[in-house]
């Protein structure tokens, strides 16, 4: 299988390591390209001298979807995954891809098993129908296209510091393509490595002020000013509200607090919105992608043949 591997990473050298150690062991023959940036933990010399690194991406964005499109442009083979640094893969990852793209997948995806206290987690495939468009999301940090298919879309918006696989699952969704799943498909996480793969968020924003700015904006730029952005804004603005009335009443979060998150909530989403319908604007094609990997092709990176 000619298969490229992109491993985005920022300051998580000992998860990376173990990312790299699975990926040597169960995905032989595969391109490996670790985009690491910009770590100060050891990252780079760890990478150089791992004998699964192929390609080490120097980058100076602290941005994840930056990490992924820069890992994209630099990859060689006919079909592209990705694996962040907290995942491991599993036995039967390597097949599971195979089968599915010998089977006609254009995009395939599978469950991220999370090893917690007392045992270990797992989900399920996602869908939700939002204007009559039938949704497939994906963990980015667990995910493969086709080549045509990450092109497509032109690959993550780099508008965004979270929520970028999500807006990819919509715009998958608008230019046609179907995302497979796969059960074999899997990596396991250890607790914590979900916040490690955010490899970079909005510092000046609250973190209430971060997800809604990206959902605002990631809905807007799909969908267009319609009832069903205001709908799902509000929805996910409620159940965090409830969430956030049930912390103060505990005592785990002051009311001067949660109003603060409040202001964030609205003063984001809105922000969102407007972004993203400048983003609809500014791309009226179907990847809806103005801040993809072709309009960074002058990005600053050091490359390294591992």
Avoid: C, Q
């Avoid at 699964?52 to 930056?66: F, G, K, T, W």
């Avoid at 032109?154 to 508008?159: A, I, S, W």
């Avoid at 796969?182 to 970079?200: K, S």
């Avoid at 003063?267 to 960074?296: I, K, T």
């Amino acid at each position: 299988m000619d298969l490229s591997v992109v491993v985005p990473t920022l300051n998580a050298r000992a998860r990376l390591e173990r990312a790299l150690d699975a990926l040597a062991a169960r995905v032989p023959g595969a391109e490996v390209i670790v985009v690491n940036g910009p770590s100060s933990d050891g990252t780079s010399g760890m990478v150089r001298e791992h004998a699964a690194a192929d390609v080490l991406l120097e980058l100076s964005d602290r941005n994840l979807n930056a990490a992924r499109n820069a890992g994209f442009a630099a990859a060689n083979g006919a079909i592209v995954a990705f694996v962040s640094h907290g995942s491991v893969v599993r036995e039967g990852w390597f097949d599971a891809l195979r089968a599915a793209f010998d089977d006609g997948a254009a995009v395939v995806t599978g469950p991220v098993h999370r090893a917690v206290s007392g045992g270990v987690t797992t989900e399920g495939p996602e869908t939700r129908t939002i204007a009559g468009r039938d949704v497939t999301y994906f963990d980015g940090g667990n995910v493969a296209f086709a080549r045509d298919a990450i092109a497509a879309l032109d690959g993550f918006d780099e508008y965004l510091d979270t929520g970028g696989a999500r807006d990819a699952a919509h715009r998958l969704a608008g230019l046609g393509y179907d995302v497979a799943w796969r059960p074999d498909l899997t990596v396991l996480r250890e607790e914590g490595d979900d916040i490690a793969d955010r490899v970079a968020e909005d510092a000046t924003l609250p973190i209430w002020g971060s997800k809604y700015r990206s959902l605002g904006y990631r809905l807007a730029k799909n969908y267009g000013l319609r009832g069903t952005v205001a709908y799902r804004v509000a929805r996910h603005a409620l159940g965090d509200a409830r969430s956030g009335v049930v912390d103060v009443l505990a005592g785990r979060t002051g009311v001067a607090e949660w109003v603060g998150n409040g202001r964030a909530v609205v003063s984001s989403a809105l922000a969102g919105v407007e972004d993203g319908l400048a983003a609809r604007r500014a791309d009226r094609s179907d990847a809806r992608n103005p801040n993809g990997a072709s309009s960074r092709m002058d990005r600053a990176l050091s490359r390294y043949d591992a």
